[in-house]
């Protein structure tokens, strides 16, 4: 796979090896979690480890904590903030401060802000993206858009993870009713047909970090459900994707820098093939589970492209490690 339109090089991975950056004194960097993940996950854990070799001190930090002085330190990067979309309006606040503070932040604010509402999937569409075939609807709006459609359909917020406020059933099926009549009306909803293919083919997640592809994982769901995250019962092996998900999946993320977003340190890529096309389900910039155990490597090349990106806040005093 080729790399993406990235600002950086490839960096070095190796400490022995030159142009390894190492911080000196330590690069303090808050990782940005939440009330329901306070602690660094599992998962990150080799990333946090390939960090400390870089001289950069990892401190976890929850982002709606109004007690934490996030300009005490170098550089944030978001990571399990898995709350937000329940606190949109509060998130939205915190990123304006952090603006305004003007923290080195990983991914970008705009970017993170343009990511937090799905409704980026009619963008990319718009781009010539294959996706899934989606209708935006606000929530007092939302029985008149399903009015017309027919079959098996998924509706969630534009605003949402890990399949909150999430609704799927057959259109004119009673139980699907009472099930829409739960939703906030308060909300903006995305109507989506529901894609067998999810249950009987599987879930694609594509990692890159800073415009580079790491690896991927096939996520599939547990028996009679649908939803692949593991706290479902889903399951995610580690798996070559095809050529053409592939290339699929990178114009996705060109498409996003034409939309004026070419600077991104991750992104998890999530589709599922149609027919014999990749289409793109969600592009996650802001707290994708990335899947690091299931790669090793990956936590190294992550923490590599971290610290050559933050270089520049500490020159001259961030040294590039010689042969031992």
């Known amino acids: 796979m080729s790399r993406s339109d990235s600002i950086l090089p ?23 979690v939440s009330d329901v993940q306070p602690e660094p996950h599992e998962d990150d854990a080799g990333l946090i480890a390939a960090l400390r070799e870089h001289g950069v001190h990892v ?28 606190r949109y309006t509060e998130f939205l606040q915190w990123y304006q401060r952090l603006d305004a503070l003007r923290c080195p932040i990983a991914n970008p604010l705009p970017l993170l802000v343009w990511n937090s509402d799905k409704r980026y999937l009619l963008e990319l569409a718009a781009q010539g993206v294959a996706i899934i075939p989606t209708v935006h609807a606000r929530g007092a709006e939302l029985d008149a ?29 009673a139980a699907f009713a009472q099930a829409l009549a739960g939703l906030p009306r308060a909300l903006d909803y995305l109507i989506q047909p529901f894609v067998p293919q999810v249950v009987d083919d599987g879930e694609w997640s594509l990692l890159f970090f800073g415009g580079v592809y790491s ?23 580690p798996t070559e994707p095809p050529a053409h998900v592939a290339a699929a999946a990178q114009r996705a993320l060109d498409a996003v820098a034409a939309l004026g977003h070419r600077d991104h340190a991750y ?20 707290e ?22 933050w270089s520049a806040l500490r020159e001259p005093q961030a040294s590039e490690a010689t042969p031992a």
Request: charged share 20%; glycine share 6%; no cysteine.
């Open 59 to 86: 401190h976890a930090r929850i982002w709606s904590d109004p007690a934490v002085d996030w300009a005490a330190h170098d550089a944030l990067l978001v990571r399990s903030t898995w709350d937000y979309f329940e």
């Open 215 to 237: 690896h991927a994982v096939l996520k599939k769901p547990a028996r009679d459900d649908y939803r692949v995250q593991t706290y479902f019962g889903g399951s995610a092996v």
């Open 267 to 286: 992104v998890r890529v999530d589709g599922v093939v149609v027919d014999g096309e990749f289409r793109i389900m969600e592009l996650e910039f802001i």
């Open 145 to 173: 858009a399903l009015a017309p459609l027919q079959g098996e359909v998924v509706v969630k917020p534009s605003v949402s993870g890990g399949a909150w406020n999430t609704v799927r059933g057959r259109i004119g099926e």
């Open 10 to 32: 490839p960096p070095a991975t190796d400490p022995r090896a030159p142009g390894f950056v190492r911080f000196d004194p330590p690069l303090s960097l808050a990782l940005v």
């Open 288 to 309: 994708p589970f990335l899947h690091l155990a299931a790669h090793p490597p990956a936590a190294r090349l992550f923490a590599a492209q971290l610290a050559q990106r």
